[in-house]
């Protein structure tokens, strides 16, 4: 499966963003989708995960500002940011749990990363 991840950019603090991810492949099943971030110098960590049946699960330090959603297709993860601060600046990376032609084995993939800047 390849997944392409798009919508990062800069943004001044309090501003807005929608990150998009969109999966592809033949014969694919898919799971759990999740957005994760990478700050430079520090460790990667979950911003937001949703299940394939939709619910979602975030980090504690969403307090709120993130929401993650799948698109119709099933097959798009996004990630809507508001209120975004100086510390939400990182490279945010797609994830994608999925199974390929009715076989349980699950496999995961990752998004090439795309950059968010929160900078005045």
């Known amino acids: 499966v390849q997944l392409q991840a798009s919508g990062g950019g800069l943004v001044q603090p309090g501003g807005s963003l929608t990150l998009s991810c969109a999966a592809s492949?033949?014969?694919?099943?898919?799971?759990?989708m999740a957005w994760y971030r990478q700050a430079p110098g520090k460790q990667r960590e979950l911003v937001a995960s949703i299940a394939s049946g939709g619910t979602p699960n975030y980090s504690d330090f969403m307090q709120g500002r993130f929401t993650i959603y799948r698109g119709n297709a099933k097959n798009t993860v996004n990630l809507g940011m508001n209120s975004l601060k100086l510390e939400d600046t990182a490279v945010y990376y797609c994830n994608v749990a999925f199974t390929r032609w009715g076989r349980s084995y699950r496999h995961n993939a990752w998004g090439q990363g795309t950059q968010v800047t929160v900078s005045s």
């Open positions: 492949g033949n014969g694919i099943t898919y799971g759990d």
